[in-house]
């Protein structure tokens, strides 16, 4: 095993000492892109002035402001309802249950709203399938409700352009198309919803020409055909990850992308926490794969295996089951001896863990599909890990479906092309071939509420609702059916695809004199479907409204399916051979999926991850280990620097950063950006890599290239943004002087003893240990933490306790054994608390304002290391080392122990954010909302027209109980003081005390896994306090005094030592 | 809060008297007080003597003397009283065009007890006392002494002293110079005096001081509007309405109890009333009818339009213009409209074109602009429903007397000083509320005598983030 020089490492410039690291990291606001950018022709020119201009200039503002001031106050208007409808009172939110549905991307989701204008998502606890947990995506999905580039009315496109027309118009263009007669083909992604795929149903019905293709852009196509096989459904089983020891995936990123990953996320974390240490115990969990995905970010083995030995990893571990178990084993292709030896081992723990282990995978081969159902079913998973009754349906898409299409297209039997859903010309693997078939389509619609690649290519729009406008119901799983309901009226002219399909289909069922046609044609379906199987509601008014109310519904389950029936020998042939050379893997980055949420500014700056690296997606190189203590990077070349990828004579010029836990002769790189046909946040933002993707051998959508060829340097991304080394916590170094270990962000500045100050390098900020040696990670933190505790007591502070004890304390316990650093929890922040966007350039600058990060940490063997995030914010200390050195006092201390920060009080002079040991304060150095007084103050630095979030359209999502701050003033988080204050004030209008989980923050609310508690100390009953009794919780730097009141729990692996992975 | 103690305790005869009626330890007139202003106030006349949108109350016991269980279901649900078919209460349904009250299913015994007995001790005239005493509470009034005579007496006494000295100063050096033997020793000129540099210096920093004092008192009141007035779109008169009618503010300002903003109310809101009310008392059809217009009501039929939003201006104009001239007719007694009549309509239909439209919004339908007259910069977080629910604070606090303005002007500053200043005084609702149990050091200071109040500022009412978040 390869030991690191450092215990814990940040990036590959961290761990080999570089240099230009060490000059970033000591300043707390690198300077250099500022003059960079003074420094630039022209932008000098522009504020070139002289001194007499000053006074000018100052002369003028003092008359300016003196006029200003004798004006009169402008007229404010307030503006009352004229009929003000029951449900709502200004002021006060209301929530409403709905579903976020993202083609079979699924979660049942709270809106809430207010004065009728949806501002946050949350979770709908009581789902049985998620728990109230939340994606990123999701939380996300609200700013694309008032995204600028959304259709606003039905068009006609014309190369590319489009010319609005009535809907009636287009109907009736339409209905002309359609009884020409010809081929009528449907398009979209995978439809979970009843009600809609009845619309399509009376759609095919009064045209007979007429045929549906489902597709997933992220593919599971084999996955279906493999139960299809194997079990006679075509379905994905609903896989309990909280009831497996072992756990083993291929490939699968099942807790970031792969189909149900907040559901997966949930069961997973409840496998991991550990509650009680008297009898710890954990689920083992091992992730096969070529790059590290966020799930095996959280494995506590990875074992490294190129993309085309996926096949050979799964027929090994299969014949190592198999001859256990006495079936018949196949021929298995060769793969790599470390994986083969570690694979024998994992083969061992899951024949002892039979019945409580579960095995995945997502290729997308119908072979290793079939294998693992085996595998399952030979350890005895079905009926326990992996159960059938209650399927998932989250994936119905069939790639072979799609080919038939495009060939049909091709070959012009197909008149009209109707897309309902997705972005066939772009997300999904044989989009060239897809486009070159619309060609030869005579009349091609869209519904899609933006104008997409697709759209761009089509004959008309017919723009869909947004989800938040949209009625309509979910079927995620067998046994379980959710509600879609509308929290606004649709902001534009635009018309739900079901709906559009039943008015062309003139179905009867469609009243279309009702206000809401497609609410009454829900409401219809429901009654005679639903209802009318169910028992417990006597009228179907009651039965509709407490669906609606609770947003689901749950049904029966159905009967498990019976035994695998499978032949593993029939498809043995078929499993994929290992290319020998290099391989490119492709794919879904937790932000992006396929590209739809390419318009969203919010994930575009959402930092990922492992890489975290924002705006973009970058082609992960692997870090060559020269056999030493030392790293090489690919060709020599640093993070940022661009390179043209060749597969097959497809190029494409992509920006590389390396990567730990990168297979050799392994790259990878994100599917879904370079969009060209999308909102201004996402236009050109990454490369466009969809043209390299392909289909494999036996009709599948492949994400693996073989043999691609990477250029030398050709350039370099000018605003490469990464967040890794922004706000640097915790780094240490070598002295480029005297050797010694330092701090790389403690520089003195005085010239007198330069140098660095070098005392506590060894900085609490990270316990890990293993779970078979808990006692002595118990051990290490109770011995630090006294040793801490007994310095912090002989404090000349003055002590504040008797103030906290009274009312409230609000503290926080987050556990770093749940975390899976989803991002989730960032996303909702943003959305919660009005965080600006600020953009790639300025992300660059190091001006990113998110006031949650997730900090990422490597640890453990260089090659293929583990990695601990750990969620950072504010931490509230009760002793603030920020509150000192206010000049103003704007940031100071609340009874209620809170560390505040006044806006309106801040005067930028930035002295508390140099003084944060945490590196959470962000200062606002544009006006990036606009919320100035004075438009002469909103600088065009970006050379945008408009900074994002500050035309009306989009300020709508802002949170109205949060102040949106402006150009100047430092920010932070606030411990969601509005929802505390929310909740105190709900306890007292009823007269009664602060209970428990009244008060969450939004991380809390956000995260799928649980993994965050906030509360009250004081409340001796409350989670937060019992939480806090493992012995496991310790403060970060807690050895300096600050007392913050954010606790961290040690993260914990349960690794078997004597495997080298 | 003492003194209206002080006043209630000659009504406690009364109050013995009504809890041997109601057989319960519980009944109060101030709590029937509380009661009847959150339940019955809004139909309810407050003088107990006349009627308003339902009968006078006063004397309710009487009437019902010997059948008080009949009452009190009455009250929980008239509809089964009267489906019980009791002649009284028929007769009480019918007299009122058969409109039933509201029915109170939560109130209690008690409550009803409590409410029976304030309407009882107002209408008898003890409790009167108590009401003006708390109405004379209510409205803080902000100390006006006027220091300016003291102040300008004591300038002038001073300058008087400075002459006195200047002068006294000038003869002894005079005195000084002759005495050493200088022959021409002019006094200086007042003009040398006034001209000179120290004069002149002492003018300047004058100046200077007086001038930035003012700049910086001025700066700080930036942006303040107290006593801004401005023209309403209606000449809406609160002194009409909870003056004289003493409709309770929380009847049309729904927001105030439960949400962050009192609310102005939605026009369907002033229907409620003026469904039945078609003419002012003041301004008869010139105003009301703007209400109408706004939410597409015919007065003259009495029904809502039918498809108001997409109506021509035309239509509009003619059925507003009806009922204008129709009510012109009606109180001139006259046969048709005369030359002045039509010019009195033509006017009123163009002040209401002028009213209910703008730039932007160009239609007559659709909600009323009001000027609003309370702005809180974007950075103040200010929520009505702690101050009036928890705090139990009456509007008259921060609106002064709203009930005597026939046009509403911002009353208070609005200033953080003005806030914090009331929130260091203010005693915290501490007893009655479990929520502040929390504070148990305070209830033990209480308890012990070593404190005799809370204030906001006591439980970190003063605390940045309390507003600005």
Redesign the interface.
């Known amino acids: 095993m390869k030991q690191p020089s450092k215990e814990m490492w940040v990036s590959a410039q961290d761990l080999r000492n570089d240099p230009e690291l060490l000059a970033a990291s000591h300043r707390e606001f690198p300077e250099s892109s500022i003059v960079e950018e003074l420094g630039q022709e022209g932008t000098m020119d522009r504020l070139e002035s002289s001194r007499r201009d000053f006074l000018k200039f100052l002369g003028f503002s003092l008359g300016a402001a003196t006029v200003a ?1 004798s004006c009169e ?1 402008p ?10 409808p029951d449900s709502i ?4 939110a209301s929530y409403y249950a709905s579903s976020f549905v993202d083609g079979g991307d699924f979660l049942p989701i709270l809106v809430k709203t207010r004065e009728g204008r949806p501002i946050k998502i949350e979770g709908n606890s009581i789902s049985p399938m998620t728990g109230g947990g939340t994606s990123a995506r999701a939380q996300a999905s609200v700013l694309s409700l008032y995204d600028t580039n959304r259709l606003q009315s039905a068009g006609k496109v014309d190369d590319g352009q489009v010319t609005s027309m009535t809907w009636d118009e287009l109907d009736k263009e339409v209905k002309a198309s359609l009884n020409k007669g010809g081929g009528i083909r449907l398009v979209s992604r995978t439809v979970i919803s009843p009600s809609a795929k009845a619309a399509i149903a009376a759609f095919a019905a009064k045209y007979p020409t007429a045929k549906w293709v489902q597709y997933d852009p992220v593919s599971s196509s084999a996955l279906l055909d493999a139960h299809q096989m194997s079990y006679g459904v075509r379905a994905i089983p609903s896989y309990h990850f909280d009831q497996a020891e072992v756990i083993v995936s291929f490939d699968a990123d099942f807790l970031g992308t792969w189909i149900s990953p907040v559901e997966y996320a949930k069961g997973y974390s409840k496998g991991r926490k550990l509650n009680n240490l008297n009898s710890a115990k954990m689920s083992r969990h091992y992730q096969v794969e070529s790059y590290m995905s966020m799930t095996g970010s959280n494995a506590d083995h990875r074992i490294m295996v190129k993309p085309s030995e996926q096949g050979g990893a799964i027929a090994s571990l299969y014949n190592a089951i198999a001859s256990a178990k006495g079936a018949v084993t196949i021929n298995a292709p060769a793969i790599n001896d470390k994986a083969k030896s570690a694979l024998a081992k994992v083969a061992t723990e899951l024949l002892n863990a039979e019945g409580k282990s579960l095995v995945i995978t997502s290729v997308n081969n119908l072979a290793e599909q079939v294998l693992v159902a085996k595998i399952n079913a030979l350890l005895g998973n079905d009926g326990t890990t992996v159960t059938m009754g209650d399927a998932s349906l989250q994936r119905q898409g069939n790639d072979k479906d799609m080919t038939g299409l495009i060939s049909e297209m091709k070959s012009g039997s197909v008149n009209t092309l109707i897309v309902l859903d997705g972005n066939p010309a772009f997300d999904q693997a044989q989009g060239a071939a897809f486009r070159e078939g619309m060609a030869k389509v005579a009349t091609r619609i869209s519904c899609g509420g933006t104008l997409d690649e697709t759209g761009a290519l089509g004959s008309h729009v017919a723009p869909t609702t947004h989800l938040l406008e949209s009625w309509g119901d979910a079927q995620p799983k067998l046994d379980q059916v959710y509600m879609i309901q509308p929290t606004i009226s649709p902001l534009f002219k635009v018309r739900q695809w079901e709906e559009s399909l039943l008015r062309w289909s003139e179905s009867s069922d469609l009243d279309i004199t009702a206000e809401q046609p497609y609410y009454e044609y829900v409401k219809k379906q429901w009654q005679t479907t639903f209802f009318s199987s169910q028992s417990g509601a006597g009228s179907f008014t009651s039965f509709w409204e407490s669906t609606l109310h609770d947003g689901l519904l749950t049904l029966g389950s159905g009967s498990s399916a019976g035994s695998n029936s499978a032949d593993v020998t029939a498809i043995a042939s078929t499993l994929t051979k290992p290319s020998g050379g290099d391989e490119i893997q492709f794919f879904e980055s937790i932000n992006m999926g396929a590209g739809q949420f390419a318009g969203n500014p919010w994930l575009q700056e959402m930092a990922d991850p492992i890489t975290r690296c924002v705006w973009g997606n970058y082609l992960f190189v692997p870090i060559g280990w020269d056999g030493g203590n030392d790293y090489t990077f690919f060709q020599g070349m640093e993070d940022g620097d661009r390179v043209q990828l060749d597969i097959n004579g497809v190029s494409q010029t992509v920006t590389i950063v390396h990567q730990f836990g990168l297979m050799p002769g392994t790259f990878a790189i994100a599917v879904g950006y370079g969009r060209q046909t999308v909102g201004k946040a996402g236009r050109n933002i990454g490369s466009n890599v969809q043209d390299f993707l392909s289909m494999n051998a036996n009709g599948y959508a492949a994400n693996v290239g073989l043999a691609p060829t990477i250029s030398a340097k050709v350039g370099r991304d000018k605003e490469f943004a990464c967040v890794q080394h922004h706000h640097t916590m915790g780094v240490t170094g070598a002295d480029p002087k005297t050797g010694k270990t330092i701090n790389v962000d403690e520089k003195t500045v005085s010239t007198l003893g330069e140098g660095y100050q070098g005392s506590l390098v060894d900085r609490s900020i990270i316990f890990r240990g293993n779970l078979a040696a808990l006692g002595e990670l118990e051990e290490k933190i109770h011995h630090k933490r006294e040793e801490f505790q007994a310095l912090n007591d002989k404090s000349l502070y003055p002590s504040y306790d ?1 103030v906290y ?4 304390h609000w503290g926080m316990h987050i556990d770093l054994n749940a975390c899976t650093g989803c991002s989730a929890c960032t996303v909702a922040c943003m959305a919660e608390n009005n965080v600006p966007v600020v953009g790639k350039k300025e992300v660059f600058r190091h001006h990113e304002m998110s006031w949650l990060r997730i900090d990422r940490y490597f640890y453990g063997e260089m090659e293929n290391p583990s990695v601990v995030y750990q969620p950072m914010m504010c931490q509230h200390c009760d002793n603030a080392p920020c509150e000192n050195v206010c000049p103003v006092s704007a940031t ?1 201390h ?3 122990g ?1 560390n ?6 801040c005067i930028g002079t930035r002295y508390c954010a140099n003084n944060c040991p945490y590196k959470v304060r962000r200062f606002n150095w544009l006006d990036y909302t606009t ?1 100035d007084l004075f438009p002469a103050n909103e600088p065009r630095l970006n050379g945008e027209e408009i900074p994002f979030g500050a035309d009306n359209l989009t300020r709508m999502v802002l949170n109205p ?4 701050r402006a150009r100047g003033v430092m920010e932070k988080c ?1 411990f969601c ?2 929802r505390i ?1 929310e909740g ?2 709900t ?3 009823e ?4 209970r428990d989980g009244d008060v969450k923050s939004a991380c809390m609310t956000a995260c799928p896994t649980d993994a965050i508690t906030f509360g009250d100390l ?1 409340n001796k009953d409350s989670q937060l306090n019992k939480d806090l009794e493992s012995p496991l919780v310790y403060k970060v730097l807690e050895e300096v005094n600050t007392r913050p009141s954010v606790n961290y729990r040690a993260r914990v692996l349960n690794r078997d030592e004597s495997l080298e992975s | 809060m003492v003194n209206k103690r002080l006043i209630i305790s000659p009504l406690l005869s009364l109050v013995f008297l009504l809890t041997a009626f109601v057989g319960s330890a519980e009944v109060s007139v101030e709590a029937g007080k509380q009661l009847f202003k959150a339940n019955c106030a809004q139909c309810h006349n407050r003088n107990m003597k006349d009627n308003l949108t339902g009968p006078a109350l006063g004397g309710v016991t009487e009437r019902w003397a010997g059948r008080e269980e009949l009452l009190y279901s009455w009250v929980r649900n008239s509809q089964a009283v009267i489906a019980s078919g009791d002649p009284y209460a028929v007769d009480i349904y019918n007299k009122w065009n058969k409109v039933l009250m509201t029915p109170f299913p939560n109130l209690a015994d008690d409550d009803i007890g409590s409410i029976l007995a304030y309407v009882e001790a107002v209408y008898t005239g003890t409790e009167g006392g108590a009401a003006v005493a708390a109405n004379a509470v209510a409205v803080v009034e902000q100390p006006k002494t006027n220091y300016t005579l003291i102040y300008s007496v004591l300038a002038l006494l001073l300058a008087l002293i400075a002459l006195i000295l200047a002068r006294i100063v000038g003869n002894l050096d005079h005195m000084h110079r002759v005495a050493a033997g200088e022959t021409d020793a002019p006094r200086p000129s007042i003009r040398q005096i006034l001209t000179s540099k120290s004069v002149i210096a002492f003018v300047i920093f004058a100046l200077v001081v007086l001038g930035g004092y003012t700049t910086v008192n ?1 700066a700080i009141s ?2 303040r ?1 107290q006593n ?1 007035q ?1 023209e309403q779109p209606i000449k809406f008169s609160h002194v009409t309405h909870a003056g004289v009618n003493k409709i309770d503010c929380q009847y049309c300002h729904d ?1 105030a109890r ?4 009192s ?7 002033c229907m409620n009333c003026h469904k039945a009310i078609k003419k002012g008392s003041t301004y008869g059809t010139a105003e009301l009818t703007k209400i109408f217009a ?2 597409g009501y015919n007065p003259t039929t009495d029904t809502y339009i039918e498809n108001y939003n997409n109506m021509a201006t035309e239509d509009i104009e003619a059925i507003y213009k009806k009922w204008i001239s129709d009510n012109y007719i009606a109180d001139k007694e006259l046969a048709s409209l005369d030359a002045k009549g039509e010019k009195a309509v033509k006017d009123q239909w163009n002040n209401l074109v002028q009213s209910l439209t703008s730039e932007k919004d160009p239609k007559i ?8 007259i309370h ?1 809180l ?3 103040v ?1 200010f ?4 101050h009036v ?2 705090g139990k604070l009456d509007c008259q606090q921060c609106h002064g007397k709203v009930e005597e303005m026939a046009v509403v002007k911002q009353y208070a500053t609005l200033s953080m000083g003005w806030c914090i200043n009331c929130h260091r005084q203010t005693e915290v609702q501490f007893k ?4 502040y ?6 209830h033990q200071e209480l308890a012990s005598g070593k404190r005799d109040k809370v204030t906001v500022e006591d ?2 009412g003063t ?4 507003c ?2």
């Not at chain 1, 004890?805 to 409230?808: A, E, F, N, P, W």
């Not at chain 2, 149990?437 to 305070?442: A, C, L, M, Q, T």
């Open positions: 001031a106050i007229v404010r208007k307030a503006i009352p309802y004229v009929i003000k009172v200004p002021g006060v008797e004890k009274m009312g409230h100071n609340s009874s209620e809170l505040q920060m006044a806006y309106n009080r919320a109980d949060v102040t949106v606030s003081v509005q204050q105190k004030l306890a007292k209008k007269g009664r005390a602060l004081n | 001025n930036f942006g509007q801004y401005p927001g439960r949400s962050k903003q609310l102005i109310p939605a026009a369907n809101t706004s939410v339908g659709g909600p009323i602009e009001w000027n609003r702005n910069p974007d950075h977080y929520n009505h429903a702690q629910t928890v009655d509320n479990e929520y149990k929390s504070y148990e050091k305070y439980i970190g605390e940045c983030q309390k600005h978040y």
